[in-house]
């Protein structure tokens, strides 16, 4: 993680298990068991992903990278916007009429 | 794209991946992600659940769930997407409290284009329903048309019910599953959730 608290995507890739860790785990990085046990169960751990990638994604490294993923992540990030408000009071008034 | 490009990009995206997908499967899903937000169609259902009837996924659609919208105290019933873990719905799983499936509700886009157009105007209204087509409304969940959603639908994951695991017994499961995800759609409704409630750029020190 650099100073401006920027991740290198190139980082993540060399050491993806680290900085899960670091991103979603209560225990910090200085509990080795805790990354001794991630690092052995490494193939379950991809259910980690989804909830650090989101964040990964709109890092700077990514978000100019021409990589699918980060293709991917700039148009998942960079072209979503909050629901308007106008037409989220639209469908909260109508919604029993909506579902389905 | 060539095939040597495709591995190329494979290596890079790879951590990205589920890693339990066989390579013709992670290959699938990397050329639907390079189409994304196009193409995002039916395919999506392709996976069957059949062989574990019992079982729900993360993304199934679910007929007959119930709804109540607060402040409104009134029961509805209604076709709902799972946003529970897989793994937190297998029965076989034990847990020491009592498990409960948590969904949103999907509403039909074409009733909703038409209160857009009633509100606003033909041309807002399809402006509209594109941006959520191309799933870029972070907290609405665009689903195609499909073989047991015979039209386009959305989920809002913001208007989350509840209930508990055992009311969805098994043959609820076998009647009133209507699809479930593949990797695709299952993907991409992950990224949305975590887009929607997982982002770390609230800009607060909670210190």
Redesign the interface.
Known sequence: MTATGVIDYKT??AA?TALVLL?TSPFGAADTNAIKQIEQS??E???F???T???LA?TEAVLTSD???C??AQ???Q??????P??YR??LD??????? | MAMSNVLQ?ME??G??????LSEASANAL?QD??K??EEFDSRVFSFTAAAEPGLLYQGDGFANLD?V?LPKLAK?P??GLILS?TCDMDPTNEKAVPRLVVYS????LS??QA??VS??SNAFAED?IG?IR???????FYLPAGPQ?S?E?FV?LA?INHCTREMLTKEQVKTNRLFSLNNTGFY?L??????FF????EGIDRK
């Not at chain 1, 109508?94 to 389905?100: A, G, I």
């Not at chain 2, 509700?105 to 039909?108: C, D, G, L, T, V």
């Not at chain 2, 992950?190 to 887009?195: A, E, G, P, T």
Request: with cysteine; net charge positive.
């Open positions: 993540w890739a993806p991103l490494r193939a751990l991809e259910y992903h989804p909830s990638y989101a964040y709109s990589e699918i993923f293709q991917f148009k998942m990030i072209n979503t916007e909050d629901i308007n106008d037409v639209i469908l109508n919604r029993e009429n909506l579902l389905l | 990009q890079k995206f951590v990205f991946l589920p890693r339990y990397l992600l390079l994304f937000p709804f919208f509805l209604g076709k873990n509700p999907i509403f039909s009733r909703f209160q857009l509100a606003k509209y941006k191309r799933q870029e409304i972070s907290q609405l959603t039209e639908s809002d208007q991409v992950l990224f949305k959730l975590s887009v997982c982002r770390l750029q």
